[in-house]
Nanobody
Framework: QVQLVESGGGLVQAGDSLRLSCAASGRTFSISGMGWFRQAPEKEREFVATISPDGTTKYYADSVKGRFTISRDNAKRTVYLQMNALKPEDTAVYFC?????????????????WGQGTQVTVSS
């Protein structure tokens, strides 16, 4: 079983930066891909970014490419999402996610474990 706890959300102005963290429990963190998703009010949850177990391969949604950076620290069992140049349209609840499948990574991972989410609000 994997438990995920996000932190770092908040209220910021357009153009500001935030760094989200996701602390994971479980012994399989270092051999699992990890992902970030977000859900804005009255919208479906959407993919933001994903990172391979060793941190060398990353994929991003077009809407955040060049502004957001996903990273991980396997020793700390933590994945991060650095968000720069935030826009009001980035306002959403941000979730981190982990798959149950290990030793595997792709852009389209199936995620089975989800955190409770952290709110990011960007004012104009």
């Amino acid at each position: 079983q994997v438990q995920l706890v996000e932190s770092g959300g908040g209220l910021v102005q357009a153009g500001d930066s935030l760094r989200l963290s996701c602390a994971a429990s479980g012994r399989t963190f270092s051999i699992s891909g990890m992902g970030w998703f977000r859900q804005a009010p009255e919208k479906e949850r959407e993919f933001v970014a994903t990172i391979s177990p060793d941190g060398t391969t990353k994929y991003y949604a077009d809407s955040v490419k060049g502004r957001f950076t996903i990273s991980r620290d396997n020793a700390k069992r933590t994945v991060y999402l650095q968000m720069n140049a935030l826009k009001p349209e980035d306002t959403a609840v941000y979730f981190c996610a982990a798959p149950s499948r290990i030793y595997y990574f792709s852009r389209d991972l199936q995620y089975d474990y989800w955190g409770q989410g952290t709110q990011v609000t960007v004012s104009s």
